[in-house]
């Protein structure tokens, strides 16, 4: 069965343009999950998404957005892009909501490099 | 939301048993998860554990679970080198709060 696939996986952008990732969970999930991993900040929470809704929020400033389709694919935005957005942008799919005994399944990442 | 620490580095010799230490603060989670990265990868879960056990063994890992201390251990017997990695504590989401919260992993390094 395939896995979670994040496209693109690698990007390379200039300050202050504007990106869209795309993640395609495991068939059947229903729980989208975004995270954002930097060496100094570790893995941080971005949203998460279940029926189309967004369920949950992290605290990141508006310039991060994101939506779930009703096929449960997901994307994420950023608009006016800093160098501090420079990350690993890793997405997960579940289940459910509150987590199973399958946890949460995480794509490869896309590499987003912000110059 | 969920405080989750851990230990930054470990070393570990080829063969010895490598134990990764985690603490958290909620103790409302239904799942505590271990999650593998390796370099240039996403994460790869590699166990979990539901919170009314106290242990759980799959192959050569084994993951304690302390509620009262809010401590979950994971052991890894018989390291190898493809063992070298970052290793991840997730309790699972808690009450109203639907995500995961990651410790800051621990690089495990498995030398000869």
């Known amino acids: 069965k395939a896995g979670v696939t994040q496209t693109p996986r690698y990007l390379i952008k200039t300050r202050g343009q504007q990106v869209t990732l795309s993640c395609s969970p495991i068939?059947?999930?229903?729980?989208v999950s975004w995270y954002q991993q930097t060496p100094g900040q570790g893995l941080q929470f971005l949203f998460e998404?279940?029926?189309?809704?967004?369920?949950n929020k992290g605290n990141f400033p508006g310039r991060f957005s994101g939506r779930q389709f009703s096929n449960s694919r997901s994307e994420m935005n950023v608009s006016t892009l800093e160098l501090g957005d420079s990350a690993l942008y890793l997405c997960?799919?579940?289940?459910?909501?509150?987590?199973?005994?399958?946890?949460?399944?995480f794509g490869s990442g896309t590499r987003l490099t912000v110059v | 939301g969920e405080d989750v620490e851990q230990s930054l580095f470990l070393s570990v010799r080829e063969g010895d048993s490598s134990v990764i230490n985690c603490t958290y603060t909620?103790?409302?989670?239904?799942?505590l998860y271990w999650y593998k990265q390796e370099p240039g990868a996403g994460l790869q879960l590699l166990t979990y554990?539901?919170?009314?056990?106290d242990m759980k063994q799959d192959q050569r890992l084994t993951v304690l679970l302390n509620k009262k201390d809010k401590h979950l251990s994971l052991r890894i017997a018989d390291t190898q080198t493809g063992d070298s990695a970052i290793y991840f504590c997730?309790?699972?989401?808690?009450?109203?709060?639907?995500?995961?919260?990651f410790g800051a992993g621990t690089t495990v390094t498995v030398r000869a």
């Open positions: 997960a799919s579940s289940l459910a909501l509150s987590g199973t005994d399958y946890g949460y399944t």
């Open positions: 068939s059947g999930h229903r729980s």
């Open positions: 998404y279940f029926s189309e809704t967004q369920r």
């Open positions: 909620d103790s409302s989670s239904t799942y």
């Open positions: 554990i539901f919170s009314n056990m």
């Open positions: 997730a309790p699972g989401p808690c009450s109203n709060d639907y995500k995961l919260s």
